[in-house]
């Protein structure tokens, strides 16, 4: 799968860009705070109808002086033209159109164009809390699987509404009855689900890290849930008079977690910047593996100023692994230093496009096909 090309109207610092990219390696060089990052972030918002970096996009993704954004891209997928258009206005709901035609629901749109973006803020999978390592399990498992996907909305759901309950002090047990049902039944997929995908992660995410760092060292990840011994029903009856003290839903699956380990230590605690650098690289990259095996389609890689706090080796380490274009298809770099990138192209026989990024000006500056006409 490959984006052609990208409309984006009022994104940030964005007033208005529209783009053709190459199917292969695409390049955005600029200093920090110029607008690299929001490219990537919109081509994000057009595969997951949010933002990767904003957490309130109605608000602060549009640009400060505008009333809504737009965003259009023209994919190329499975031999056929997908045509995606996004908008935002202030104050309302999003709307998204595939081919013209508008969503019943925006969970219909996931999976479509799948997508992994590596980003400084990945840093959040190592030092923040579990919200951030369980967000990164739906995310990769929701492309494809919809029977999880159903299950994780109607098990949030649910539990929204046993916490509004627990909130307001409901007593009565037949009130929570239909909720805790919905909740013990779409707990169990969720947890089968989880446990299923990380055995066969792991080897995909161990092989990135060594391929990067080397053989001396070791890592794991092991699945972490109060689900193991008990089923939800089960931590409901033996945790209510907790919840009600604490006043929302202490344990089930949405506490869980995934612990990290460098060796028989803890990656959280122990780990370096650049070794913990290299375990998130390692676990995108394996979240793009994952997702070409399951979906069917070659997502779109997006690697934001991946370089910074990693040794020359690890850096070096990553343009062999990134640079195959047998595993990878299309690509977007960010960078301050345009060595990186020339050293990517050097490396890769394909098409690439190279683009200045200039507070919110994005300008071609070079590709593959210049190259051959000079």
Same mark, same amino acid.
């Given at each position: 799968?490959?984006?052609?090309?990208?409309?984006?109207?009022?994104?940030?610092?964005?007033?208005?860009?529209?783009?053709?990219?190459?199917?292969?390696?695409?390049?955005?060089?600029?200093?920090?705070?110029?607008?690299?990052?929001?490219?990537?972030?919109?081509?994000?918002? =057009?595969?997951?109808?949010? !933002?990767?970096?904003? %957490?309130? $996009?109605? *608000? #602060?993704?549009?640009?400060?002086?505008?009333?809504?954004?737009? =965003?259009?891209?023209?994919? !190329?997928?499975?031999? %056929?033209? $997908?045509? *995606? #258009?996004?908008?935002?206005?202030?104050?309302?709901?999003?709307?998204?159109?595939?081919?013209?035609?508008?969503?019943?629901?925006?969970?219909e749109h996931i999976g479509l164009l799948p997508l992994v973006m590596i980003s400084p803020l990945d840093w959040d999978l190592i030092r923040g809390g579990s919200e951030e390592r369980r967000r990164l399990m739906d995310q990769i498992i929701s492309q494809g699987n919809r029977q999880y996907l159903d299950a994780l909305i109607r098990y949030n759901k649910a539990l929204e509404q046993r916490n509004s309950?627990?909130?307001?002090?409901?007593?009565?047990?037949?009130?929570?009855?239909?909720?805790?049902?919905?909740?013990?039944?779409?707990?169990?997929?969720?947890?089968?689900?989880?446990?299923?995908?990380?055995?066969?992660?792991?080897?995909?995410?161990?092989?990135?890290?060594?391929?990067?760092?080397?053989?001396?060292?070791?890592?794991?990840?092991?699945?972490?849930?109060?689900?193991?011994?008990?089923?939800?029903?089960?931590?409901?009856?033996?945790?209510?008079?907790?919840?009600?003290?604490?006043?929302?839903?202490?344990?089930?699956?949405?506490?869980?977690?995934?612990?990290?380990?460098?060796?028989?230590?803890?990656?959280?605690?122990?780990?370096?910047?650049?070794?913990?650098?290299?375990?998130?690289?390692?676990?995108?990259?394996?979240?793009?593996?994952?997702?070409?095996?399951?979906?069917?389609?070659?997502?779109?890689?997006?690697?934001?100023?991946?370089?910074?706090?990693?040794?020359?080796?690890?850096?070096?380490?990553?343009?062999?692994?990134?640079?195959?274009?047998?595993?990878?298809?299309?690509?977007?770099?960010?960078?301050?230093?345009?060595?990186?990138?020339?050293?990517?192209?050097?490396?890769?026989?394909?098409?690439?496009?190279?683009?200045?990024?200039?507070?919110?000006?994005?300008?071609?500056?070079?590709?593959?096909?210049?190259?051959?006409?000079?």
């Amino acid at each position: 799968m490959t984006l052609e090309q990208i409309s984006i109207l009022n994104y940030k610092n964005i007033t208005e860009a529209q783009l053709q990219f190459s199917p292969k390696v695409n390049c955005l060089i600029g200093n920090n705070g110029m607008g690299k990052t929001n490219v990537l972030d919109a081509i994000y918002y =057009l595969s997951y109808c949010k !933002s990767f970096t904003t %957490s309130n $996009e109605h *608000i #602060a993704a549009i640009k400060h002086d505008a009333d809504f954004l737009m =965003l259009q891209g023209r994919y !190329s997928r499975k031999g %056929s033209t $997908e045509e *995606i #258009a996004l908008s935002v206005q202030r104050g309302k709901r999003k709307t998204v159109k595939r081919n013209g035609k508008d969503y019943k629901r925006l969970s219909e749109h996931i999976g479509l164009l799948p997508l992994v973006m590596i980003s400084p803020l990945d840093w959040d999978l190592i030092r923040g809390g579990s919200e951030e390592r369980r967000r990164l399990m739906d995310q990769i498992i929701s492309q494809g699987n919809r029977q999880y996907l159903d299950a994780l909305i109607r098990y949030n759901k649910a539990l929204e509404q046993r916490n509004s309950m627990i909130k307001n002090d409901y007593r009565d047990p037949l009130l929570y009855e239909s909720v805790e049902q919905v909740m013990d039944a779409t707990a169990t997929i969720i947890y089968k689900e989880r446990q299923q995908w990380l055995e066969e992660f792991s080897p995909y995410f161990m092989r990135y890290y060594q391929a990067i760092a080397g053989d001396a060292e070791q890592v794991r990840l092991s699945y972490k849930s109060h689900l193991g011994e008990l089923s939800m029903q089960q931590i409901f009856n033996a945790n209510r008079d907790r919840d009600h003290i604490m006043g929302y839903t202490t344990r089930g699956v949405h506490r869980d977690d995934i612990d990290l380990w460098l060796g028989s230590h803890s990656m959280r605690k122990t780990g370096s910047q650049g070794q913990c650098k290299t375990y998130t690289i390692a676990l995108r990259l394996a979240q793009f593996e994952f997702l070409k095996k399951y979906t069917g389609t070659t997502p779109i890689l997006l690697l934001d100023d991946i370089f910074d706090k990693l040794d020359e080796q690890r850096v070096v380490s990553i343009i062999n692994v990134v640079s195959n274009s047998q595993d990878f298809g299309q690509i977007f770099i960010t960078d301050t230093n345009r060595t990186h990138l020339d050293e990517i192209i050097s490396m890769m026989s394909g098409d690439y496009a190279m683009f200045m990024v200039e507070n919110g000006n994005i300008t071609p500056i070079a590709s593959r096909q210049e190259e051959a006409n000079q």
